[in-house]
């Protein structure tokens, strides 16, 4: 069993911004890909960024050039930088990981939330 908690979440302005994180705890082996995703009332839930094990990549095309997705394996925790924030950004943001015990599953956070106004 795996806990996912995210922080970091608030309310900022035009152009600002926050740093999401997301810890993992529980029984596990080691952790795969870790995501990001976030969903905006009446929106699907979407994929912001991902990154492996190995430190690859990837970005939704909305979010590319502004935010900035990283991992520490030590601390079991994955970070959500987010610069030069728009309205259009506001969402709940959701953690989800891959974890490897004696199979692969993957876990869900319970979301944080993300506000960009003046």
């Known amino acids: 069993q795996v806990q996912l908690v995210e922080s970091g979440g608030g309310l900022v302005q035009p152009g600002g911004s926050l740093r999401l994180s997301c810890a993992a705890s529980?029984?596990?082996?080691?952790?795969?890909?870790m995501s990001w995703y976030r969903q905006a009332p009446g929106k699907q839930r979407d994929l912001v960024a991902s990154?492996?094990?190995?430190?690859?990549?990837n970005y939704g095309d909305s979010v590319k050039g502004r935010f900035t997705i990283s991992r520490d394996n030590a601390k079991n925790t994955v970070y959500l930088q987010m610069n030069s924030l728009k309205p259009e950004d506001t969402a709940v943001y959701y953690c989800?990981?891959?974890?490897?015990?004696?199979?692969?599953?993957?876990?869900w956070g319970q979301g944080t939330q993300v506000t960009v106004s003046s």
């Open positions: 529980g029984s596990f082996a080691s952790i795969n890909t």
């Open positions: 990154i492996t094990n190995r430190g690859t990549t």
């Open positions: 989800n990981g891959e974890f490897l015990w004696l199979r692969i599953e993957n876990y």
